[in-house]
């Protein structure tokens, strides 16, 4: 399946979210122990472009709870960067053709 994992940042973690970088990509990188491809990723950035608040991720998991665990274990998670995630299965329509689609 697929699914969306919209986040923001929380207020005033800029700082916290340069210290976790590094591992919060790591995180990323070790997706086979996750079950989880990652089809799209991106920085959400503030009106100047450049400023980090918070993340978009389409990924392929076999099911919510794998999709939420891989959320749930991300740095920028467990160490408070970001806020609430938004999880969301999707069934892509237009545009390039994601993934496995």
Not at 15 to 33: M, V
Not at 40 to 50: E, I, K
Not at 52 to 75: H, K, M, T, V
Request: net charge negative; with cysteine.
């Amino acid at each position: 399946m697929q699914f969306a994992i919209h986040v923001l940042d929380n207020p005033g973690t800029q700082a916290l979210r340069a210290q976790c970088y590094d591992r919060h990509t790591a995180h990323l990188a070790d997706l086979e122990r996750w079950s989880v491809t990652i089809i799209f990723a991106a920085r959400l950035v503030a009106d100047d472009g450049d400023t980090a608040i918070g993340n978009l991720l389409l990924i392929e998991a076999p099911d919510q709870a794998a999709a939420e665990a891989f959320n749930a274990a991300d740095p920028f998670t467990t160490e408070g960067v970001w806020g609430k995630a938004i999880i969301t299965p999707f069934v892509q329509r237009r545009g390039a053709r994601l993934g496995g689609v």
